[in-house]
């Protein structure tokens, strides 16, 4: 009952699924749209190359369920020709896709046929999709003129032949809401299950399969050949995967070991579905001992741990990795065990532990299991270890004694041979030690002992050597040696050091200035003698040395001592003096000193410059950032001055006016050199100062008057000068150089000029201005540091004809010398050539000059004033004196550029 329920729930549950993704699966007498085709043969459509979606609206002519098309039933009534029946799926906003097509050729009419579609042809539907049909030539399908308002279809005559999966926009098409109900429908099959064609089995591999490796390829087959299958694999696990495409089962990393049974399920459109299994099985490959079992010997007196096999255990997976250990020993005994070999990650050994147990006489062999695994299959072997009975080394002559030569014992000299023997072992190793320590002699394996220095300067008259012999296994010992050495030196002795206190040197000492004699005594008459001295710190090895002979210590040769710089490492220093006889040394100490000393400030610079403005006392004039060095540290420096007209602060070597000092005094000077002097309270030194004063602009211009009057007729000559001005600055130098300027931007032109020494001159004519008017401007006097003085000039323009008295001595300036002159000559045959190729134009163009007939009345009020001013009538001509000004009348057309400025338009 268990397995019954179990089987009815995975139905329901695969009815839900079908369900919720297509519908209902079709049944084998589900049929959608005209249940009767042939009482529907009343019309049939006259627009030939017609397509028709039917019932788009409506669920007659709609599919209800998921399935396949097995039948087609329609009328045909009046034409014959090929026919597509088709099955069209909306995808959304009027547009379908066709989801497939059966082909008919109708060849016999005003009948109900019914065409049952080959397996092969079936088209797969789902719930929603819609029947149509199709024919390029005259609609066959008849239909009747019935229904209620929800009956619709579209139309359309551009389809065209189509093939499954086009799309088309029905949306687009022609919609008839003409109840009509079309002679055709579709019987549908509920098609068939899918299966797995391969599944219910196992395949075996070996735990060495790489990765990604293809285990398996899952196969599935369903009879409706147009259905579309899904596989999933519904074994959840993280070593296999499945590509549903493809059905391929790879391994995703390594192979568990043992068997997996995958769970695989496809499934149909529809969702009819399958399952199956398929077992993975994995197969292990065990390791291998490759060079057990194996023996060895070991004496009974070992005592430190050591490697006595190396395991050769591999695995032919390269995915294993193989581990060793001791699993046994017999007889039991923890004296053994495995381990990895040092520096090596795969290499294990069979050891001996420190200090064994082990006893020849009471267990001469033991068996060793050595267990090597995979982590899955455990392999063994045996590794014998015997043990050997060890005999110890015995001496042969030694205690002894032995006399020898201090003057021809050297460095290698044999002094002694011991002997040893063992009845087991070959080969012995010595070692020593000796009283008093330090003694100059070794020993060899070889049991030769041999001298390690010059034996004639060593004082002390004897040795005793403690020898040992080990086999390798039992060390014997100590046997005593004992070596008088005969004829020994006395050695020189210091007999002035050391001293109670120290020797003081001055820094900046001669080279090579005596320091202290070293003096010695010898009872070994007639020996030379070598000094050495050593410093600490070692930097006085490079200030002071000695004779080797005489053993006087002196200053250095090359090298000066300065205080200041040694005393960043030390002011004393310890000197440790040697003296040989070429057999023994003698050692003592002396300390020096060093004492600082003065020394003078010194200028990096012989000349020092700055430079700065006249100014009031105080004033600074800048620093000339002398750079002194003093050797002494902490020294302090104050600067002084020999200038009266200068101060200089002692302490910065900032230097300020010690009176008010004014370039545009007569004989004040603007270059000063000075003698300045750097001193640290005791020793000093000089430098020149150069300090250069730059004049100030300090005065402005004064006119000599704030106004001027000059006289001019129309008729005076350009060039005349007319009048001067004058001003007066109160500097000195450049800035008392002055410039004049006339402002007539009034006047409208430049008609008067000033030269550099004020004098006035008339620039441009006068000739346009009248008699008795006065003609102002404005005259400015300008030094070259931009300050500046005006004053108020009138050019007067007398009422009579008397020229005005001038005291000017200037010629007049000639019409070409003027540049103003050649400007606008030059503007004025430009404008010249212009007029007459435009008068030649209207000559050409119109036979004449088209002038304005324009005539003016001269205004009474304006009647004395016969002159028009230049800017408003570039053309005047002479009208004349007449006798009524009121009707005077004058034909201005041919001067006519511009209106009068004082005349009244007519």
């Known amino acids: 009952m268990a397995e019954w329920g179990s089987y009815f729930l995975q139905f329901c549950i695969f009815l839900m699924i079908c369900s919720h993704v297509n519908g209902q699966i079709c049944d084998t007498n589900d049929r959608d749209g005209e249940g009767n085709p042939d009482s529907k043969d009343n019309d049939v459509d006259s627009t030939p190359d017609l397509a028709l979606l039917l019932d788009a609206t409506d669920n007659e002519y709609k599919i209800k369920c998921c399935g396949f098309v097995d ?29 497939g097509q059966n082909t008919y050729s109708v060849t016999n009419t005003n009948r109900e046929i019914r065409y049952s579609v080959p397996v092969s042809e079936r088209i797969p539907v789902k719930n929603g999709d819609f029947i149509g049909f199709y024919t390029s030539g005259n609609p066959i399908v008849s239909y009747k003129r019935e229904g209620d308002s929800t009956d619709g279809w579209t139309s359309s005559t551009s389809l065209g032949s189509s093939t499954a999966g086009d799309t088309f926009d029905w949306g687009s098409a022609t919609s008839f809401t003409e109840s009509r109900e079309y002679a055709i429908n579709v019987q549908l099959d509920p098609g068939n299950s899918p299966s797995f064609t391969n599944l219910g089995t196992s395949v075996t591999f070996l735990d ?35 590509d549903a495409t493809t059905g391929e089962v790879r391994n995703s990393g390594l192979l568990p070991s043992g068997s997996t049974t995958l769970s695989f399920r496809v499934t149909d459109t529809c969702g009819r579905q399958s399952t199956g299994s398929l077992t993975i099985v994995v197969q292990n490959i065990a390791p291998v001992i490759h060079n057990l079992p194996a023996t060895c010997d070991l004496s009974e007196d070992h005592t430190t741990e050591q490697l006595l096999y190396t395991i050769n255990a591999t695995d032919s997976s390269s995915y294993d990795t193989v581990t060793c250990s001791v699993s046994s020993v017999s007889p039991a005994t923890d004296n053994f065990f495995a381990r990895l070999n040092s520096g090596s990650t795969t290499d294990y050994g069979v050891y001996v532990k420190a200090l064994p147990t082990l006893d020849y006489d009471t267990t001469r062999q033991y068996d060793v299991t050595v267990r090597c695994t995979d982590s899955k299959d455990p392999v063994t072997g045996t590794f014998t270890v015997y043990i050997s009975r060890n005999n110890p080394p015995v001496f042969v002559n030694l205690q002894a004694t032995t006399r020898i030569p201090s003057v021809s014992s050297t460095t290698g000299n044999i002094i002694y041979t011991v002997n040893s023997t063992d009845s087991d072992s070959n080969q012995l190793y010595y070692n020593m030690t000796c009283v008093p320590t330090g003694c100059p002699f070794t020993i060899h394996n070889s049991g030769e002992v041999l001298v390690t220095s010059d034996l004639s300067s060593h004082t002390i008259p004897g040795y005793d050597l403690y020898i040992y012999v080990s086999d390798g296994n039992t060390l014997v010992g100590p046997r005593t040696l004992t070596v008088i050495i005969e004829g020994i030196n006395s050695a020189p002795v210091i007999s002035n050091l050391p001293l109670s206190t120290p020797v003081t040197v001055q820094e900046n000492s001669p080279l090579s200035s005596s320091v202290y004699q070293v003096l010695i005594t010898d009872v070994d008459v007639g020996q030379n003698h070598t000094f050495q001295v050593y410093s600490t710190p070692s930097i006085g090895s490079t200030l002071f040395s000695i004779d080797s002979t005489t053993g ?36 003592s100490t002396l300390t020096v000193s060093i004492a600082d000393k003065n020394e003078a400030p010194v200028f990096g610079k012989e000349t020092y410059a700055i430079s700065g403005t006249e100014g009031a006392a105080g004033t600074t004039i800048g620093n000339p950032s002398f750079d002194v060095t003093d050797p002494d540290v902490g020294a302090t420096q104050t600067y002084s001055i020999d200038c009266s007209s200068f101060n200089i602060n002692p302490t910065t070597g900032v230097v300020t006016f010690s009176h008010d000092y004014d370039l545009d005094v007569a004989g004040t000077a603007t270059s000063v050199t000075c003698v300045v002097t750097v001193s640290d309270g005791d020793l000093t030194d000089n430098a020149t100062l150069i300090i250069t004063i730059n004049d100030v602009n300090d005065h402005t211009p004064i006119m000599g008057s704030s106004s001027y009057t000059f006289y001019a007729s129309p008729g005076t000559g350009v ?93 007049h300036v000639t019409f070409w010398e003027d540049p103003r002159n050649i400007a606008w000559v030059t503007v004025a045959s430009v404008l010249l050539c212009g007029l007459v190729l435009y008068s030649s134009y209207l000559i050409v163009r119109y036979g004449n000059f088209p002038c304005v007939k324009t005539s003016y009345k001269l205004n009474a009020s304006k009647v004395n004033t016969t002159r028009l001013p230049h800017h408003d009538h570039p053309k005047r001509t002479q009208i004349g004196r007449k006798k009524r000004v009121s009707e005077s ?10 209106l009068p400025k004082y005349s009244e338009r007519v």
């Not at 009328?75 to 896709?97: C, D, F, H, I, M």
């Not at 210590?553 to 000197?575: D, G, P, R």
Request: glycine share 8%; proline share 2%.
């Open 71 to 99: 039948a087609w039933e329609f009328y045909a009534k009046s034409n014959t020709g090929t026919l597509a029946l088709q099955v069209w799926r909306p995808l959304g906003g009027g547009t379908y896709e066709l989801v």
């Open 889 to 898: 009348r004058f034909d201005w057309r041919p001067w006519e550029w511009s």
């Open 719 to 811: 060039g005349t000068v007319i009048g001067q001005i004058s001003a007066t600055d109160g500097d000195m130098g450049s800035f008392g150089t002055l410039s004049y300027t006339l402002d007539q931007i009034s006047l409208g032109n430049e008609y008067f000029g000033v030269t550099t020494s004020g004098d006035v001159y008339v620039k441009s004519t006068l000739l346009e201005f009248s008699s008795g008017i006065t003609l102002s401007l404005t005259a400015t006097a300008r030094d070259l540091g931009g300050l500046q003085d005006t004053a108020a000039v009138s050019v007067v323009i007398p009422q009579s004809t008397t020229a005005a008295p001038t005291s000017t001595t200037d010629r």
């Open 208 to 242: 060495d399969t790489a990765p990604n490796s293809l285990l398996y390829t899952v196969t599935s087959i369903d009879l409706d050949s147009s259905d579309i299958l899904t596989m999933t694999m519904t074994t959840s696990t993280t070593s296999f995967t499945f």
């Open 552 to 587: 006087l210590i002196s200053t250095s040769s090359t090298q000066n001592i300065n205080y200041e710089t040694v005393s960043a490492t030390s002011t004393s220093y310890q000197l440790t003096v040697t003296v040989s006889d070429g057999y023994d040394t003698s050692t």
